[in-house]
């Protein structure tokens, strides 16, 4: 209803727009559209558009695209109201034009109009008849012309700005130019809240993969979209805040070849998938070792004890039996497990590049960090994790494995309960 009444008064004040203009067509569309609508659908049938294990980075953008969002509908609400008042105005202005022209003609068709008894102050009287003074008269008649020249010269005035204004308002780039405004606005609103979509849909993935809260997206509907939007996502950061109420970091140091120690005095071996054939898992090592490739697996019984485990940088240091006094460097790659979200859908991580040495007075800090696998779970079971050496080390020597005592990986992780 409100928005056809704006549809009416704007064509009424604008006789050059027709309803199937593109301006009228998009300016009678709901912020949350039909087309619209249809659009959503489309995305919310397609694959997710990012990666679901960057919560936090989700987060943010969503956060800023809804504040857009909140920004550009409060800015087409004001234009809307702009956009009637000046079709108001412009009927308004063509009615008083027309009012005055009504006037001026009515007054013009009375004779002698400046010799009317009421106006004069001084009269002539006669036995049968009274009538205006011929001194009181002509002092009417001037006063009257003066105003009348006055009155014509404030109306040319008036509609001469009148019409600028409105020639202003036509150009592309004018202020003024509220229709062009509120199309291009609402058109970036509609960009704006289907990227927000996007993300929100890869949102509510993550949210269940990384942090376990199983949160479904409002269904889509014309009922303040946005708003449901806003809402959904305040109340998941409450969710979350109290989850990371528990969240620590730290680093684990992982040895490939000599396993990691339990609290209990065990060894939790990193179990290999292929090419173990029998043997000791130390010696399996040395022929990964000899052959620059290292495929294993990362048990969850390093931690022993029940957390969500999620990664935050990755780095390698390497031991080596000989000049401990000379730093080495080897470039290494990186391949992670798959990583599998909620819904059973796999997401390869891109290879890492890092560079490892045998200095201990360099830290593993300066290693990869990249969101590429921010929050993947180390110890994902379908997969393995791969580390290749390079066919010389930095002193541009051969490999050189027979040296290599052992290669740790280093593991900065966020843990919650």
């Known amino acids: 209803m409100g928005r056809q009444i704006l549809v009416d008064t704007i064509l009424q004040a604008n006789p050059h727009f027709s309803v199937e203009d593109p301006v009228i067509t998009i300016i009678k569309k709901e ?44 800015e087409l609400k004001n234009l809307e109201v702009t956009l009637l008042t000046d079709s108001i105005n412009k009927i308004l202005s063509r009615k008083r034009r027309s009012y005055e022209k009504a006037v001026i003609d009515a007054d013009a068709n009375i004779p002698a109009a400046h010799k009317t008894l009421s106006k004069q102050y001084r009269l002539k009287y006669s036995e049968n008849s009274i009538m205006s003074d011929d001194e ?36 592309a780039n004018s202020g003024l130019n509220y229709f062009l405004r509120y199309k291009e606005k609402k058109e970036l609103y509609w960009e704006d809240l289907k990227e927000l979509f996007r993300k929100l849909k890869s949102l509510e993935r993550g949210f269940a993969t990384v942090y376990r809260i199983v949160a479904p997206l409002p269904e889509l509907s014309q009922s303040g979209l946005l708003n449901q939007y806003y809402l959904w996502l305040k109340s998941n950061l409450l969710k979350l805040s109290k989850i990371l109420e528990t969240e620590q970091e730290f680093t ?15 060894i939790a071996i990193l179990f290999p998938t292929e090419n173990l054939r029998g043997q000791p898992w130390r010696e399996t090592f040395d022929e990964m070792r000899n052959a620059g490739e290292f495929v294993f697996k990362l048990p969850p019984a390093i931690l022993e004890f029940k957390r969500h485990i999620r990664t935050r940088s990755i780095g390698v240091l390497v031991r080596t039996k000989d000049r401990q006094d000379l ?37 593993y800090d300066y290693q990869a960090k990249s969101l590429s696998y921010f929050n993947a779970n180390p110890f994902a079971r379908d997969g393995d994790w791969r580390i290749e050496f390079p066919e010389t080390s930095s002193i541009d020597n051969p490999r050189r494995s027979d040296i290599i005592l052992d290669v740790i990986l280093v593991l900065r992780v966020a843990v919650t309960e």
């Open 31 to 74: 912020l949350e559209s039909d087309a619209l609508l249809a659009e959503l659908r489309v995305i919310n049938n397609e694959e997710l558009t990012y990666n679901p294990f960057i919560v936090e980075l989700l987060i943010n953008e969503s956060t800023d695209l809804i504040q857009s969002c909140i920004q550009q509908r409060t």
């Open 252 to 266: 684990l140091f992982i040895p490939i070849k000599n396993g990691f120690r339990t609290r209990k005095g065990g």
């Open 327 to 363: 730093q080495e460097f080897w470039n290494l790659t990186i391949t992670l497990p798959k990583q599998v979200d909620s819904t059973g859908h796999e997401w390869r991580i891109p290879k890492l590049v890092v560079t490892a040495t045998n200095s201990r007075d360099l830290l």
């Open 136 to 171: 009181s008269s002509d002092a009417v008649k001037r006063y009257e012309d003066t105003l009348k020249a006055a009155r014509t010269d404030l109306r040319t005035e008036f509609e001469t700005y009148e019409d600028l204004l409105i020639d202003f308002s036509k150009d």
